[in-house]
Nanobody, 126 residues
Framework: QVHLVESGGGLVQAGGSLSLSCAAS????????MGWFRQAPGTEREFLTA????????YYADSVKARFTISRDNAKKTVYLQMNSLKPEDTAVYYC???????????????????WGQGTQVTVSS
């Protein structure tokens, strides 16, 4: 079992930065693929980025590549999302998620993730 809690959301002006954190409990965290997704009203949950269990590999959606950076600290059981050059279209609820299955590496499908946080709101004003 993995319990996830996101924090760090808020209101920021376009061009600004925010850093999200996702604190995990449970032993599975250190072996899990961790991902970030977001969901704006009336849209499907969108994959943003994922990081391997040891932090050695990452991949990103084109929409956030070069602006967002995922990282993790297994000692602190925390995964981070640094978001720079934010745009109004980045406004959404942001979720972290854990995938227990190593063969899921490369997936952008929310259905492949086993555990989810409650989400944190990010609002980017123009």
């Amino acid at each position: 079992q993995v319990h996830l809690v996101e924090s760090g959301g808020g209101l920021v002006q376009a061009g600004g930065s925010l850093s999200l954190s996702c604190a995990a409990s449970g032993r599975t965290f250190t072996s899990a693929i961790m991902g970030w997704f977001r969901q704006a009203p009336g849209t499907e949950r969108e994959f943003l980025t994922a990081i391997s269990w040891n932090g050695g590999s990452t991949y990103y959606a084109d929409s956030v590549k070069a602006r967002f950076t995922i990282s993790r600290d297994n000692a602190k059981k925390t995964v981070y999302l640094q978001m720079n050059s934010l745009k109004p279209e980045d406004t959404a609820v942001y979720y972290c998620a854990a995938d227990r299955n190593p063969s899921g590496w490369g997936s952008r499908n929310a259905n492949d993730y086993d555990y989810w946080g409650q989400g944190t709101q990010v609002t980017v004003s123009s």
